[in-house]
């Protein structure tokens, strides 16, 4: 009996130690039961069968391969069936290591948000991190593990299509917004409703020349440092689990073979224990960069520059084993990216349980949870921006009797998902997305006659369709007119030299307009536009951008003030593309124009403001607000001190509203030239009609802080300008300090 006890206490003793091991010690005892096949294994990403989102590879041995256990992750795999049908040909492998599941569920998965660039422009943190954690909620729900974001990508070009993935030009507000995302989409590793972040892509995409997708890049390593890392610096300190590397080529040399991004940077200066997943068949494509002759030397670069899994090239399964027994790849890079991976499957509890993520039952609840609808429409609702609003055209009276809407894509329903929604089979998209015409009526019901005309088609010069909705018009106590851009006009592989609204869209404003009704125009789109005779002409201008599945519903709170719009421009708006790459932060140069009329001499074009036709930080409200009494607590300071800035703001108009309140700061003297003016701070506040509120910011010294010509994080002595606006080129209150030595 004593030794049957004994015997029970020591298995006890060992399954509690057994328990306690850290994940560590559970990655490095696995690695050691690993072949070298098996551990290249872990560093390979599929496709799966659904819609690819790159070209694809085709590989006829997939399914023999996981089962032998030569696959470590897969992607474009949905829903908790498939999920677990994968699953468990991993755990017909040798060691029964568990797959990933990876996807680009970018805004929302089944409960589609404002495409990214949209939600940024409500500068709303906490309903970014909200609709990150609806999205990860419902992936996880359906068996993914991971997804492929934030795009962190600091964007001054809209001539590229992949502005609609990020969060515009400036690098303050994208640094807050990558890390509310990280921190909406992971919540807590291993939690049933969280999936691994991945920060794409490292480093400096959104700066392609010519804004023209995967073109090279080149820039200073002070640009690099100041204005395109740290967005991804900040995901990093939200706890992001994974990066991906870019397409581009960073000053000659690509990304995915970049040592200093990736091993330097990411995983030295950093200390990055996450793993860095190769962008779609990136790897590969350091052929045709000309960086390498075949496939063997792309996986030697990427491997040795820190790339640790290969999507979609193959490049490391046929010849990751090769170069380690030639010697040119160590075994302890293998080993070094197979523990990154093999700790976050731990991380995420797929050992204790593979399948833990594909339950059908919280997948259903999931899906068709009333909660993530009613965030997505109050979430499009703060994306939208007001660019103008004459004569009080906004809001439409609720007394209106009858309305005109007239446009392409009034009755749309899958244009408004925008690019990079996740495509779902079963579901029913004519149900599930709110067209702009059925959210007017649901918000009307009978109160109001409505009226509709298409027009014309987006694209293609046909103007058949005038005749009618100019009748149409002449009917109407206000005319709504909705145009644009379709869902894959802007996105990946979707850079456009001519940013015009297409086809005849804008002679159909004009038609309109002519008729002499109160006229507003919905602009849908994925990227800045340019439209500049509708903006000169037309009293009422929304920017919808592309609002999600609740579309419909968003717009119509908006055109009738049940949502008071608050939305701030996240990129500038260009008056043509000659003026492209454009952004408020510029430097001054040494002969500044003194006006928009000055040409002689400064730099300027002879042709055209300096000016954008929309400034960064720009929308307005259907109410007005008043800054005053600006105080800075002190005047002089030590770089151990801080200064708190205050002001009141008032709520001026008649109706509740909320307001984004936004600091500048400019740096008037420096060791290296200085932006004219720099976001360093914002608030979103919400005031009832005649409410005041007095409000707070810290200055410190880092953000007064900047990389001088050494790459040095310094705050030199001198002066600085406080500077508090409703936008960057509407600035309200200003006051300077003195930074002492």
């Known amino acids: 009996m004593k030794k049957i006890v004994t015997t029970t206490l020591l298995l006890t003793c060992f399954i509690a130690f057994s328990q306690q091991k850290t994940i560590d010690q559970k990655v490095d005892a696995l690695l050691k039961r690993m072949t070298l096949e098996e551990k290249i294994g872990q560093l390979n990403q599929y496709t799966g069968d659904n819609a690819a989102t790159g070209p694809i590879t085709i590989n006829p041995n997939k399914q023999s391969e996981i089962k032998t256990g030569l696959n470590g992750s897969m992607l474009n795999v949905l829903g908790t069936q498939h999920t677990r049908q994968y699953q468990e040909l991993a755990m017909q492998s040798r060691l029964k290591i568990p797959l990933l599941f990876g996807q680009d569920v970018i805004h929302g998965y089944k409960t589609t948000f404002p495409i990214p660039l949209a939600e940024a422009a409500s500068w709303d943190l906490d309903a970014m991190e909200l609709s990150a954690r609806i999205a990860a909620t419902e992936a996880a729900a359906s068996g993914i593990h991971w997804t492929f974001a934030p795009m962190v990508d600091i964007a001054r070009d809209p001539r590229w299509g992949r502005v609609m993935e990020g969060a515009g030009e400036d690098t303050y507000l994208g640094s807050r917004i990558a890390y509310a995302r990280v921190k909406g989409f992971q919540g807590k590793l291993g939690d049933v409703n969280s999936v691994m972040a991945c920060v794409k892509h490292f480093a400096a995409y959104g700066a392609a020349i010519g804004g023209r997708d995967y073109n090279s890049v080149d820039m200073s390593e002070r640009m690099l440092w100041e204005t395109y890392l740290p967005p991804f610096k900040a995901a990093l300190d939200a706890g992001a689990a994974t990066f991906m590397n870019s397409f581009n080529d960073l000053n000659g040399i690509p990304a995915t073979g970049n040592k200093y991004l990736q091993r330097d940077i990411l995983k030295g200066k950093w200390n990055f224990k996450g793993f860095v997943v190769s962008d779609w068949g990136s790897i590969g494509e350091m052929i045709n960069h000309g960086y390498v002759k075949d496939s063997k030397e792309a996986a030697l670069a990427a491997i040795t520059a820190g790339s640790d899994m290969d999507m979609e090239s193959n490049a490391y399964r046929y010849n990751l084993a090769q170069l380690v027994k030639e010697k040119k790849v160590p075994i302890a890079l293998i080993d070094d990216a197979v523990k990154r991976i093999l700790r976050k499957k731990f991380e995420l509890g797929l050992f204790e349980d593979p399948y833990k993520y594909s339950n059908p039952e919280r997948e259903q609840a999931a899906l068709n949870n009333p909660e993530h609808r009613k965030a997505a429409r109050e979430i499009a609702a703060k994306s939208i921006v007001l660019l103008k609003n004459e004569k009080s055209v906004l809001p439409i009276s609720k007394q209106t009797k009858t309305i005109a809407f007239i446009g392409p894509l009034v009755k749309e329903r899958k244009q408004n998902m925008g690019f990079w929604s996740v495509e779902l089979p079963e579901v029913d998209y004519d149900k599930h997305v709110i067209s702009q015409w059925e959210g007017l009526q649901n918000k009307v019901g009978n109160t109001a006659k409505l009226l509709y005309a298409k027009g014309c088609e987006i694209e293609g010069d046909n103007k058949d369709g005038f005749a009618e909705a100019i009748a149409i018009a002449n009917q109407a106590d206000v005319v709504i007119l909705s145009i644009g851009e379709r869902r894959d006009m802007s996105g990946e592989a979707k850079s456009r030299s001519n940013l015009r609204l297409s086809g005849v869209q ?127 607590s002190k005047n002089k300071i030590k770089s151990t001190e801080k200064i708190t800035v205050s002001l009141n703001v008032t709520n001026s108009g008649k109706v509740a509203g909320e307001e984004v309140v936004q600091l500048y700061l400019r740096d008037k003297v420096g060791s290296v030239i200085r932006p004219i003016i720099e976001l360093k701070d914002f608030q979103k506040i919400k005031l009832n009609a005649g409410q005041t509120k007095t409000i707070k910011f810290s200055i410190d010294k880092e953000k007064i802080s900047f990389y001088n010509a050494n790459l040095q994080w310094v705050a030199e002595p001198g002066d600085f300008d406080v500077m508090i606006g409703s936008s960057s080129a509407d600035i309200r209150l200003k006051d300077s300090f003195e930074l002492l030595n």
């Open 506 to 632: 804008e002679e159909l404003i004009k038609a309109i307009q002519a008729t002499g009704k109160p006229v507003v125009v919905l602009i849908n789109a994925g990227r800045p536009l340019i439209f500049n005779w509708t903006a000169d002409n037309v009293p009422a201008i929304l920017y919808t951008w592309w609002l999600g599945s609740e579309a419909g519903n968003a717009i119509a709170d908006v055109l009738f003030g049940d949502y008071n719009p608050s939305g701030k421009l996240p990129m500038s708006f260009p008056r043509e593309e000659g003026q492209i790459p454009i952004y408020y932060n510029h430097f001054n140069t040494g002969r500044p124009a003194k006006n928009e009329n000055e040409t002689n001499y400064v730099s300027a074009y002879t042709d055209l403001k300096n000016s954008p036709k929309f400034p960064f930080g720009y929308g307005l409200s259907y109410t007005t607000f008043e800054y005053s009494n600006l105080k800075l």
